[in-house]
């Protein structure tokens, strides 16, 4: 670590208490990071909060004891547009994980085709305040063609107010378009305040999906043990709703956060947010299988 660094900050448990509900075969988290190691992969710049080296080994640890089989790793702003850590963790992955790049929105068409091949089945801009690099949604748009080209979607992650403008610009996207964390809807607001009002009304276009991930981030009790229940009632209306366009992840190493969930605890919640097995296989299997294109 460099002498002027701050201190690194753990963003998740070594010791998640083990989940009581069993995961269906070939079940796939949709929403991870990597970080590190920083002597192969060095982080895109230092600042006031660091996070701890969280690398492919301790990932896939974690997924082997959850009994999930499959993955999407989302390149983190820690690393900025050096997809290589999320490159390393798929070739190590023997098939079973892909990858969501971080790009400029005048990323050239070669670059583009090499993240394909390389496993990457999408690209991500932030649209948050606490993030910086944010994108501008005209800038995206026209990008949208050239990842139709190469078989990429475009995924998103904005404040939950801006679902009514840059959520409805995005409706002419050319390509599949995923919605982090559920549009990062205050859930403790309701099924009935306007944000998620229009999130649900956005999610009609058949190109829009969401990950019903992050019920530790919206939830009101924002604690570990709590349950989450404001955070599990969303995510179980937008399942119900929209049950073939839902994808879910742990979010793991959980940075940028008032704690660190358990992620057994987390996985424990999909008996509520998806009650029934056949809710269950479509969120976890069949449309991660649709969306992402496991071979």
Known sequence: MPQNDP??????????RTPALVLPAGACDSHVH????RAR???ASTGKSLPAEAPKEKLFA??????????VIVQST???????VVEDAIDASGGRYLGIALVPPDVSDAELLRL?????????????RHLSGGADVTDILALTPRLAAVGMHLQVHFESALVHSVGQALR??????????????????????PDFRALMALLEHPRMHVKVSGIDRIDSSRHAGSGYPDGVAMARLLVKRFSERCVWGLDWPHPNHTHIPDDGELIDALAQIAPDAAHLKSLL???????YGFK
């Open 172 to 193: 002419a996207s050319q390509v599949p378009v995923v919605i982090d964390h559920m549009g990062r809807i205050d859930a403790m607001l309701g099924a009935d305040h």
């Open 62 to 71: 974690l997924h082997r004891r959850m009994g999930i089989e499959r993955c």
């Open 285 to 291: 299997v069949d449309n991660p299988q649709s969306l």
């Open 78 to 84: 820690v690393h900025g547009l050096d997809n290589r």
């Open 116 to 128: 394909a091949e390389r496993g990457f089945r999408g690209v991500r801009f932030n649209f948050m």
């Open 34 to 37: 990597v970080f590190g190691p």
């Open 41 to 43: 992969f060095p982080y």
């Open 7 to 16: 201190p690194p900050i753990q963003t998740y448990s070594d010791t998640p």
